[in-house]
């Protein structure tokens, strides 16, 4: 009976042995040399036909420990196998560190309580196997300077939070389409397809070395705040088309662009980001017609980039810190965008040199432009509704402002159009409309920027000279403080102005005929808003003081639909007649201005489904008998 019990007790101990791994502290090896006992090797000699083994440990990091396993600069052959790491919770830090190292594998190791789950840094020939992550923030990061640094053998036995890991790596003319998981990696491809998958909660989606192909109406986003990186990346990827994406509520960038060039990206929805779009050392790529939501910075571009134009983007919602921000990036191009909304529209930092500002709209911030950088040519934008129009902020006598060009722009209801800082030198403003709305439409502190250019000046909302000779150039200066500079050619008229209304101001003109109940035919002269950023801005920051100009603007859409007008930022009456697909009258009636006590905004819309929306002068629709029975023909270009 004794012996009985006995042989229980010593299957109930090797039971225990089996179910649970014997403890060991983090591993680090840095060089083939310290691959041994204490590090936790438990056989082996380091060739490919016999690889050391470091298998069966359970680690647990202690806190402030980056790697549970940190493995670099190594040659020889290795396998990890069935390892349980846990606690890896540095965000610089991982579970798995494998850096310069080759014909590694990693085997059927548990990863569990960790931010980071594996990282494979500079190496070559690693295979990753039947390997099990929880992590809250990356499962696994792949980064290297060549796409040899890529080529890895990693299938979908591997699992990021119960979802196989996608690693596609040589393909050509390939699609992939329908994946719905937390990781997907697409490196050393070309002519690839990437559509209609979902990556939620992970690692995104994420090319290296992809070139020619169209990524198209994936998702990537998160849930909750698990600490993930960028919605899709392209890492030295170039001339791919990036579109109909919806990137949402991501921890970095919703598109991140590193080393890549020549990309476009195209109607995608960046909803909540931290950045919509980030450039970084990337030349040539083309950022236009997306919707940018809620990001505090909707469209960066940094690190050396140059000849990127971004262009027709809607950036709006005031979690918006920066709209657009140039920094340490030359070159640039940033144009019609329609900017509402934003703390900051547009941001010229430091070293944000030779970049081209132009026929943007940007209303209802706190600064319309900041400029740091200098040689910067700013013309043809709307500022409207700001604290600051143009802002040269103070940099206390750490970088001189300089030799920007500030041109051809109208600002309207700011509480000052423009500030020159003391450190600003040899700026040219001229040809702008001043209508501002405080007493100093601007303030100059800086030493000999200029005011007037080969004798045209700008127009001042205060200035109360004559004209007697009738040549458009007031008689007399108008003097700039504290400076004492001089404008010397002031304009007196604002005619000119309808071209610098920033999106406005380079919309096709058109003509259409509105034939009325009784047969008479009615001519209009409109603006075509046949775009999403062109719909969207409208008359938003159109100047009051320009309201005898108001012009005509039709809207027209792809689609019938019954959507809502708002007069969200339009100070001024209009009205709205709207007209469906054949041209038939679908309602209309006068927009009224919201007030400081409305705090539901009306919405306007039409009785039915309308393809066209004409938005006019106030009076215009009753005026002229429009009505039931009357009948739109589409416009002809002028």
Same mark, same amino acid.
């Given at each position: 009976?004794?012996?009985?019990?006995?042989?229980?007790?010593?299957?109930i101990?090797?039971?225990?042995?089996?179910?649970?791994?014997?403890?060991?502290?983090?591993?680090?090896?840095?060089?083939?040399?310290?691959?041994?006992?204490?590090?936790?090797?438990?056989?082996?000699?380091?060739?490919?036909?016999?690889?050391?083994?470091i298998?069966?440990?359970?680690?647990?990091?202690?806190?402030?420990?980056?790697y549970?396993?940190?493995?670099?600069?190594?040659?020889?052959?290795?396998?990890?196998?069935?390892?349980?790491?846990?606690?890896?919770?540095?965000?610089?830090?991982?579970?798995?560190?494998?850096?310069?190292?080759?014909?590694?594998?990693?085997?059927?190791?548990?990863?569990?309580?960790?931010?980071?789950?594996?990282?494979?840094?500079?190496?070559?020939?690693?295979?990753?196997?039947?390997?099990?992550?929880?992590?809250?923030?990356?499962?696994?990061?792949?980064?290297?300077?060549?796409?040899?640094?890529?080529?890895?053998?990693?299938?979908?036995?591997?699992?990021?939070?119960?979802?196989?890991?996608?690693?596609?790596?040589?393909?050509?003319?390939?699609?992939?389409?329908?994946?719905?998981?937390?990781?997907?990696?697409?490196?050393?491809?070309?002519?690839?397809?990437?559509?209609?998958?979902?990556?939620?909660?992970?690692?995104?989606?994420?090319?290296?070395?992809?070139?020619?192909?169209?990524?198209?109406?994936?998702?990537?986003?998160?849930?909750?705040?698990?600490?993930?990186?960028?919605?899709?990346?392209?890492?030295?990827?170039?001339?791919?088309?990036?579109?109909?994406n919806?990137?949402?509520?991501?921890?970095?960038a919703?598109?991140?662009?590193?080393?890549?060039?020549?990309?476009?990206?195209?109607?995608?929805?960046?909803?909540?980001?931290?950045?919509?779009?980030?450039?970084?050392?990337?030349?040539? *790529? !083309? @950022? &236009? #017609? =997306? %919707?940018?939501?809620? /990001?505090?910075?909707?469209?960066?571009?940094?690190?050396? $980039?140059?000849? +990127?134009?971004?262009?027709?983007?809607?950036?709006?919602?005031?979690?918006?810190?920066?709209g657009?921000?140039?920094?340490?990036?030359?070159?640039?191009?940033?144009?019609?965008?329609?900017?509402?909304?934003?703390?900051?529209?547009?941001?010229?930092?430091?070293?944000?040199?030779?970049?081209?500002?132009?026929?943007?709209?940007?209303?209802?911030?706190?600064?319309?432009?900041?400029?740091?950088?200098?040689?910067?040519?700013?013309?043809?934008?709307?500022?409207?509704?700001?604290?600051?129009?143009?802002?040269?902020?103070?940099?206390?006598?750490?970088?001189?402002?300089?030799? *920007? !060009? @500030? &041109? #051809? =722009? %109208?600002?309207?209801? /700011?509480?000052?159009?423009?500030?020159?800082?003391?450190? $600003?030198?040899? +700026?040219?403003?001229?040809?702008?409309?001043?209508?501002?709305?405080?007493?100093?439409?601007?303030?100059?502190?800086?030493?000999?920027?200029?005011?007037?250019?080969?004798?045209?000046?700008?127009?001042?909302?205060?200035?109360?000279g004559?004209?007697?000779?009738?040549?458009?150039?007031?008689?007399?200066?108008?003097?700039?403080?504290?400076?004492?500079?001089?404008?010397t050619?002031?304009?007196?008229?604002?005619?000119?102005?309808?071209?610098?209304?920033?999106?406005?101001?380079?919309?096709?003109?058109?003509?259409v005929?509105?034939?009325?109940?009784?047969?008479?035919?009615?001519?209009?002269?409109?603006?075509?808003?046949?775009?999403?950023?062109?719909?969207?801005?409208?008359?938003?920051?159109?100047?009051?003081?320009l309201?005898?100009?108001?012009?005509?603007?039709?809207?027209?859409?792809?689609?019938?639909?019954?959507?809502?007008?708002?007069?969200?930022?339009?100070?001024?009456p209009l009205?709205?007649?709207f007209?469906?697909?054949?041209?038939?009258?679908?309602g209309?009636?006068?927009?009224?201005?919201?007030?400081?006590?409305d705090?539901?905004?009306?919405?306007?819309?039409?009785?039915?489904?309308?393809?066209?929306?004409?938005?006019l002068p106030?009076?215009?629709?009753?005026?002229?008998?429009?009505?039931?029975?009357?009948?739109?023909?589409?416009?002809?270009?002028?």
């Amino acid at each position: 009976m004794k012996k009985i019990f006995w042989f229980f007790l010593v299957g109930i101990f090797a039971l225990s042995l089996v179910g649970s791994a014997a403890q060991h502290p983090p591993i680090t090896i840095l060089g083939d040399s310290d691959f041994t006992a204490d590090n936790g090797v438990l056989s082996g000699s380091g060739t490919e036909e016999d690889p050391y083994v470091i298998a069966g440990w359970e680690i647990t990091l202690p806190h402030g420990a980056p790697y549970g396993v940190n493995i670099q600069n190594t040659t020889a052959h290795f396998v990890l196998r069935g390892l349980i790491i846990q606690g890896a919770t540095d965000p610089k830090g991982a579970a798995i560190h494998l850096a310069f190292v080759s014909g590694a594998r990693v085997e059927n190791c548990s990863i569990t309580n960790s931010l980071n789950g594996i990282e494979i840094a500079s190496s070559t020939g690693v295979t990753l196997k039947g390997n099990v992550l929880y992590v809250q923030g990356l499962g696994l990061r792949v980064t290297g300077e060549t796409a040899a640094e890529y080529n890895h053998t990693i299938d979908e036995t591997n699992l990021l939070n119960d979802h196989p890991i996608e690693y596609i790596y040589g393909r050509n003319g390939e699609t992939i389409s329908g994946i719905k998981g937390t990781s997907l990696y697409v490196v050393a491809s070309s002519n690839m397809t990437i559509e209609k998958n979902e990556i939620v909660n992970g690692d995104g989606i994420q090319l290296a070395f992809v070139k020619d192909s169209v990524i198209r109406d994936n998702q990537a986003y998160r849930e909750n705040p698990v600490y993930t990186e960028h919605g899709i990346t392209l890492y030295r990827s170039d001339n791919n088309k990036v579109t109909g994406n919806v990137l949402k509520n991501n921890r970095f960038a919703g598109v991140y662009l590193w080393l890549s060039n020549g990309n476009e990206i195209v109607q995608n929805q960046l909803l909540a980001n931290n950045y919509g779009v980030l450039v970084s050392a990337s030349d040539d *790529n !083309a @950022i &236009h #017609d =997306n %919707v940018v939501f809620a /990001n505090p910075t909707g469209i960066q571009v940094t690190a050396g $980039s140059k000849g +990127n134009k971004i262009s027709k983007n809607i950036i709006y919602q005031e979690n918006t810190k920066y709209g657009v921000a140039i920094e340490q990036a030359t070159g640039n191009e940033v144009s019609r965008n329609a900017i509402v909304d934003a703390e900051t529209g547009i941001y010229l930092g430091a070293q944000g040199n030779n970049n081209t500002v132009t026929l943007n709209t940007v209303v209802a911030g706190a600064y319309g432009i900041e400029v740091i950088g200098s040689y910067n040519d700013i013309s043809r934008n709307l500022i409207s509704q700001q604290r600051q129009g143009i802002l040269f902020p103070e940099t206390y006598g750490k970088r001189k402002i300089i030799g *920007n !060009a @500030i &041109h #051809d =722009n %109208v600002f309207s209801e /700011n509480d000052r159009d423009l500030y020159l800082n003391h450190d $600003s030198q040899v +700026n040219v403003i001229y040809g702008n409309f001043l209508f501002g709305q405080g007493k100093a439409l601007v303030e100059d502190y800086g030493k000999g920027n200029m005011w007037t250019r080969e004798g045209r000046g700008n127009f001042w909302g205060t200035y109360s000279g004559s004209d007697a000779d009738g040549d458009g150039i007031g008689d007399t200066p108008m003097t700039v403080y504290p400076s004492a500079a001089q404008d010397t050619a002031p304009l007196v008229s604002t005619d000119a102005a309808a071209d610098d209304l920033g999106v406005l101001g380079d919309l096709p003109r058109g003509s259409v005929v509105l034939t009325l109940k009784d047969g008479t035919k009615l001519p209009i002269t409109v603006l075509i808003a046949d775009e999403g950023y062109s719909r969207f801005t409208g008359f938003r920051g159109y100047p009051p003081s320009l309201r005898d100009l108001v012009p005509a603007i039709l809207f027209v859409y792809n689609q019938e639909f019954q959507g809502n007008f708002v007069m969200d930022t339009v100070h001024f009456p209009l009205d709205i007649a709207f007209f469906d697909k054949s041209g038939k009258f679908a309602g209309g009636t006068t927009m009224a201005v919201y007030t400081d006590k409305d705090k539901n905004k009306k919405l306007y819309t039409a009785k039915r489904p309308f393809l066209y929306a004409l938005e006019l002068p106030e009076g215009f629709i009753a005026a002229h008998g429009i009505g039931e029975g009357t009948i739109l023909t589409p416009p002809t270009a002028e």
